[in-house]
């Protein structure tokens, strides 16, 4: 199995990468929602309703949203018309943001969150229509095993759609990304979040992530089918689907 390249939050020889993520979020949730869509000037959203058009085309009726964190994914796709969601994140201060804001729109009988490791689920195979990750796959402690597990628990016929950042390639986007990854949100998440090392981690595990077709290269040798690329926003995210 391949792992990414070893960025961790905090650099921690006595902790996994999985145990420093989950405390990471687990520091920052109070603040994530606020800093993720004003760091992204709302652009996030758009892509989000991006990964629900892919996945309304599916009519699933069962949904697994991975990495959920305080579930903004799983409340959009709620559109979709399942007969259910289940969320799943590593993290327990994300997931207690997750519900209450479940509660609040009457959603608790159609999604449910759960503290879990996307590198093993606790569902049977061939179990989901739809599965969705949105910016969690580059925090797996080893990629493959992740992806794997992600399709053993699919439907044959059911598809992923993975929405994850990449990198800008053409000029002037390439260097403005560039100076607002590494400079400004740096400066602005540790404000904010209070969390000094959080928001330098994002645009380093963006940078070892293997995004476009380094990343659809990987879910092709597992075994995923008719995988494409959907640029987002001059390449600044990317969303990726397969079938299996």
Do not use: C
Request: charged share 25%; proline share 5%; net charge neutral.
């Amino acid at each position: 199995m391949e792992e990414l390249k070893n960025v961790t939050p905090y650099g921690s020889a006595d902790k996994s990468k999985k145990e420093q993520v989950a405390e990471m979020f687990n520091n920052i949730s109070g603040r994530y929602d606020f800093l993720n869509h004003f760091l992204s000037l709302g652009i996030d959203k758009g892509w989000r309703k991006n990964v629900v058009r892919l996945a309304r085309e599916e009519r699933p009726e069962r949904i697994l949203d991975l990495a959920t964190g305080t579930a903004d994914q799983a409340i959009a796709l709620r559109v979709t018309e399942p007969k259910e969601i289940i969320g799943v994140d590593i993290s327990e201060g994300m997931l207690a943001m997750g519900r209450e804001k479940i509660k609040k729109k009457g959603l608790d009988t159609l999604i449910q969150l759960s503290l879990g490791d996307s590198e093993n689920l606790p569902f049977p195979d061939d179990h989901f229509d739809v599965l969705t990750v949105s910016f969690g796959v580059r925090n797996y402690e080893n990629l493959e095993k992740g992806l794997s597990e992600m399709l053993r628990v699919m439907k044959p016929g059911g598809k992923v759609i993975i929405l994850e950042f990449s990198q800008p390639q053409g000029f002037p986007m390439k260097q403005l990304f560039g100076f607002y990854s590494k400079r400004i949100l740096p400066a602005v998440g540790r404000a904010v979040s209070k969390d000094p090392r959080a928001y330098t981690y994002l645009p380093d595990s963006v940078d070892a992530f293997p995004y476009g077709q380094a990343f659809t290269s990987v879910l092709d040798k597992l075994g995923y089918r008719n995988t494409a690329i959907h640029p987002q926003t001059f390449g600044i995210a990317s969303i990726y689907e397969g079938i299996k």
